[in-house]
């Protein structure tokens, strides 16, 4: 058993090193086809601009081999454990850790975390409580899902929660929203992915949000209540003419994702977290057995 | 729309005055790269900065650098932060220094606007993220100052086609980012009122 479970950790950490500098090199092809859409319908000359830009930007990394965006941001992994994987939670996050600093150090990478009051660099991209993990715990199965999503912090900035009342309703859900990211402008490097939060409490909505900036661009939230919000925000935001860049144009964000949770009576909270058009991520299937499967689309 | 090909630093402030806000920009020469806790130093802690900054363009970054001997770097990677956190050194670094060129992301707030059209200056929009297509035009890192602020220094490369840049702001009193803000507020107005 405890041979098994230090084979594990070595495979995860392998996994997590290589997730995170692939995350950074190469993008996801769905947010490639978004991104081209995106330059496709723009109308706006300094859009357009922006868009293409970023087109050439892409080919660049894909062929220098070099980092998408120099923020190689804070390590977020999303983790689906299953139920038989022989290998403790506490022992998964120690070889996240572990495979964050190795990458940072081999690469290496520029290494953002401090300490949130002396600012103090902490180490390579880990510190107390770095990296951020989110977790889900699957029965029956016996699998490991990882998933890293390096998240840059001028989107990072761009995070706002709103306690609405519940007689604010819907509606109130959207205006926030829309005035979130209309006060952006340009600075969370849009056209990118607005995560929604809806519902639990303060901390949970902001999870949730985190969770939205996850999914493959374009999915829709199974409940087919938030599916519909999901396709309106989403109309509604590329009406506001902010553009890539906040320069102005048809394009200001590529998607809007909404994860939900039910929530008290009197509660209608609402956060919104901001994945820039750089939105990197990169999965790893780990087997019961310890076999990866590297897949840039989960 | 115009497209320019501007040699920084600059010496006749015509070149900076003929630039509109929305016009396409590519720069040639030297480019100064600073951010937050360099300006900090310049300006709240009062020390001079040991490169000349007259006629300058100033890039908001804190480049991926790795080391090749005694304040000798290559570059790595280079992109562009946010730049709307430090507009407050906007108005000195004009007046004390003579700087005519701001680059970076996401822009200035409207307070920009009023030094820059009163000290000749420009703000450069660049395309955040797109740091790979950027470390390509910067051709090298020629000098380092205050390596202890390491990755904030003060910067000097040498760049070649480093662009396409959108003037946001220009030294007329013109700001894309004040107009696309004030349009898509009043869109928000009717899309609320459609609730």
Redesign the interface.
Known sequence: MSTVATDLQGTVEDAAAYLYVWALKDIPQDLRDALAAARDRETS??GK??LE??H???S??DS?K???????GIAVYHCRVGEGFALHPALIYDALRAGTARATLEH???SNAVHTITRENTGPNIGYRLPIVHWEFVTGWDGLDVKCVPK?S?SE?MSFLKMCVPADGV?GI??FV??SI?GS?????PPGIVGVGIGGSADYAMYLAKEAIMRPIGTRNVDPLVAQLEDELYG?LN?????P????GEVTVLQCHIEHADTHMTLNPVAVNYQ???ARRASAHISAAGEIEYDREA | MTVHELRFPIKDEAEILKLRAGDEVIVQGHIIGIRDRTQIRIFDEGVEPPIDLAGAFLLHTAPNVRKVGPGRYEKLCIGTTTSARMVRFTEPLGAQYGVRGICGKGGFPDEAIEPMQRLGMVYFAIVGGAAALETTQIEEIEEVAWEELMPECLWKFRVKDFGPLTVGIDAHGNSLYHDVQAAANEKLKEIFARF
């Not at chain 1, 070099?66 to 190689?72: E, F, M, R, S």
């Not at chain 1, 402008?185 to 490097?189: A, D, M, Q, S, V």
């Open positions: 000359v300094p601009r922006v830009t970023i050439r930007n892409i660049i990394a220098e070099n980092l998408v965006c120099q923020d190689t290496p990478l520029r840059g001028g900035n509606n959207k205006r829309l005035e209309v402008g340009g600075k969370p490097c509604l009406e506001t003419g902010i553009g860049m906040g320069l102005g820039c058009w750089a």
